[in-house]
């Protein structure tokens, strides 16, 4: 009885404490309303469905961070990483369900809030949702997509997610092949590393170790997750009240939260967490049907597999382990076989009269990127010479060669529609040390501002090699994803 007592005093005082040191928090989330007048929504399924998305902000990002983790350049305006995260009704399990941002997607009709100008529906890149609408439009999307009723929303951007990172000591990663990408810098031998956040920012954005690309960056970004939940279940994080502060102050340093996530829902997640562990957990990716599928004005898509699609999320409505939900069949124990590599550069046929370095892999086929060159310098015939050098690569050059408004450029500029990002960072491989320019609304055709730097020469790119035309989604618990 005396024992009794004493832990449900422990407990009690815990709980006080948990809510006095988390009291003071919730004034400094920022609040968005992602659900403002938002009518005929999904019915309420069990348990809780959380929009988790990761945008490129990077406002508060130091100059050195920026060099050092590869993080310079403006960002897109636009969900880089898009989860939906259902908790279960009894708080015991946790399922992440991560959503491609290139899917196909259809933005419901809507009114523009600035113009009061009525929208129709129209197709997009899912991750283009946030630039068209904000959290209002890429949670409409979502609900659309899904059927599922979203609860609450959390948006997560660069400086977050590093100082994360940094507050749990680190996240443990391991890995049996070495993962190298230029364009992020991350640059992991085989065997196990513990990240700090930069490092671990530059894991979860890298797009460029494999020709799966994006499909290949959310398997990493799920086993990150899993990862990151193991570190905070198993070092007493949340047994401990101020180290549950530290951690939570470091999350809601600067993301943004719906109206309605607030204290006591953290308060209860982080309960709930107490229990959690990596087997408590299982990822999965929505089933595709179509690979590299191709719209007008929008560019290379992933379209969903709808029948399987509509299954998973049924499950998440139910509140149905997914594992349970869809067993897999015998042969599946085994991993599926990863995407051939890319012949070798050294190996890999050169273009008839190509000089210099071997061709650079990139993600979409030159000849499908449509290029608009301009001089921005002082030197006559300049942006011709461009011109010329880009169509004999196989880029889709007008040649209309045009003069700049201002014609004192250093370095060449790449500007580009956010919704082209893919074929924006193809055009910068064939142009090293160019500066990439989002500009939103920009369309289809990429611009090249010549600089001073441009000596004539472009870089031979090519296209990675195609992936399956069909990705069937596989379910994994956590601790399957874990070192």
Not at 4 to 31: E, K, N, P, Q
Not at 114 to 125: E, S, V
Not at 294 to 323: C, H
Not at 418 to 441: E, H, K, M, N, Y
Request: charged share 20%; aromatic share 4%; proline share 8%.
């Amino acid at each position: 009885m005396r024992a009794v007592t004493t832990l449900s005093v422990v407990v009690l005082a815990s709980a006080g404490i948990g809510h006095s040191v988390m009291a003071g928090l919730d004034a400094d989330i920022a609040r968005v309303d992602p659900f403002k007048d938002m009518k005929n929504r999904p019915a309420p399924g069990h348990g809780m469905n959380v929009l988790l998305v990761g945008t490129d902000g990077r406002d508060q990002i130091t100059e050195h961070e920026r060099r050092k983790y590869r993080l310079g350049g403006a960002p897109c305006h636009c969900t880089d990483t898009i989860m939906i995260v259902h908790i279960s009704a009894d708080r015991e399990r946790a399922t992440v369900v991560s959503l491609p941002r290139d899917s196909y997607a259809e933005v419901p009709s809507h009114v523009d809030e600035a113009t009061g100008r009525t929208h129709p529906a129209h197709p997009i890149k899912l991750n283009a949702a946030y630039a068209e609408g904000g959290p209002q439009q890429t949670v409409r999307t979502v609900e659309d997509m899904t059927h599922l009723k979203i609860d609450h929303y959390l948006e997560v951007d660069f400086i977050t997610f590093m100082r994360t990172v940094d507050v749990l000591g680190g996240v443990p990663i391991c890995t049996a092949q070495p993962l190298k990408d230029s364009y992020t810098g991350l640059h992991l031998s085989p065997g196990t590393h513990t990240l700090n956040g930069g490092q671990a920012l530059q894991y979860v954005r890298s797009r460029h170790v494999d020709a799966a690309s994006d499909l290949s960056r959310m398997k990493r970004q799920q086993q990150f997750l899993a990862a990151l939940i193991e570190r905070a279940t198993s070092n007493g994080v949340l047994l401990n009240p101020i180290r549950f502060r530290d951690v939570t102050r470091a999350v809601l340093g600067s993301v943004r939260a719906d109206t309605g996530f607030g204290t006591d829902e953290l308060l209860d997640l982080g309960r709930a967490m107490r229990n959690f562990s990596p087997s408590s957990s299982e990822f999965t990716t929505v089933p595709i049907g179509e690979l590299g599928y191709v719209v007008k004005g929008i560019g290379s898509t992933l379209k969903w597999d709808r029948a399987g699609a509509d299954r998973l999320f049924q499950s998440l409505r139910e509140d149905k382990p997914l594992a349970a939900a869809t067993p897999a069949p015998a042969h599946a124990a085994t991993p599926a076989p990863s995407p051939s590599p890319s012949p070798s550069p050294s190996l890999a046929p050169r273009p008839q009269g190509a000089q210099g370095p071997a061709p650079v892999t990139v993600e979409v086929a030159p000849a499908t990127i449509r290029v608009q060159v301009e001089n921005g310098t002082g030197t006559a015939g300049l942006a011709r010479r461009m011109d010329a050098a880009l169509a004999a690569t196989g880029f889709a050059t007008n040649h209309r060669p045009v003069t700049a408004a201002h014609r004192d450029l250093g370095r060449t500029v790449i500007s580009f529609d956010p919704r082209w990002d893919r074929s924006a960072r193809s055009l910068a491989a064939a142009l090293p040390g160019s500066v990439l320019r989002a500009v939103p609304g920009q369309g289809p055709v990429l611009r090249v501002t010549v600089g001073a730097d441009f000596k004539g020469a472009v870089r031979t790119v090519r296209a990675a090699a195609p992936v399956p035309p069909k990705v069937e989604a596989s379910v994994i618990r956590g601790d399957e994803k874990v070192c």
